[in-house]
């Protein structure tokens, strides 16, 4: 049985996501991962950097309640849900994220989307959890587990945006 495919339109292209990366190619060995400085699923289509919102209220309209509310690179969105029920974002699934190239917010990451990073297994993830709130990606140092080398390798992948407020869907909610 084959992994499960998501096809993304931006523009023109099509954009498939197999096994994490960017473009399948059939060799593990030699994928090669698509990047966007901003990437947001957007009832599931991959909509990448000037292409993707910015708040809420490019999406739902400004009249929303929380129009000026920030859309964030990752997030998948389910405008029905967003825009009606008033259901915050939920996020790619790990391996997406990494294939995109998307920072995963150190204070708003779920666990599934910690052990998603290299090296972070799921004691180390909740570990990370339970240090929450973080000032900023260097404050990780202070987490059991996690030394220079794993914190080098970790930084290009994290941010550390304020703990973010809103409802959150599950990854696999029917869409």
Do not use: Y
Not at 101 to 125: D, F, I
Request: proline share 11%.
């Amino acid at each position: 049985m084959s992994a499960p495919r998501r096809e993304w339109v931006t523009g023109s292209v099509v954009v498939i996501l197999a096994l994490g990366v960017l473009p399948p190619t059939g060799d593990p060995e030699r994928a090669t991962p698509h990047r966007c400085a901003v990437a947001v699923a957007v009832d599931g289509a991959l909509r990448c950097d000037d292409g993707a919102p910015a708040t809420v209220g490019e999406l739902c309209g400004p009249a929303h309640p929380r129009a000026s509310q920030p859309v964030h690179g990752g997030d998948a969105i389910d405008t029905t849900a967003l825009c009606q029920d008033d259901v915050g974002p939920s996020r790619m699934p790990a391996t997406d994220l990494a294939a995109l190239g998307q920072p995963t917010c150190l204070n708003g990451a779920s666990l599934e989307e910690l052990e998603g990073l290299p090296g972070v297994g799921p004691k180390l993830a909740a570990r990370i959890v339970a240090a929450r709130p973080f000032d900023s990606v260097d404050a990780l140092a202070e987490v059991r587990g996690v030394g220079p080398a794993t914190l080098d390798r970790l930084r290009p992948r994290l941010v550390a945006r304020p703990a973010e407020q809103r409802a959150r869907v599950p990854a696999d909610r029917p869409r």
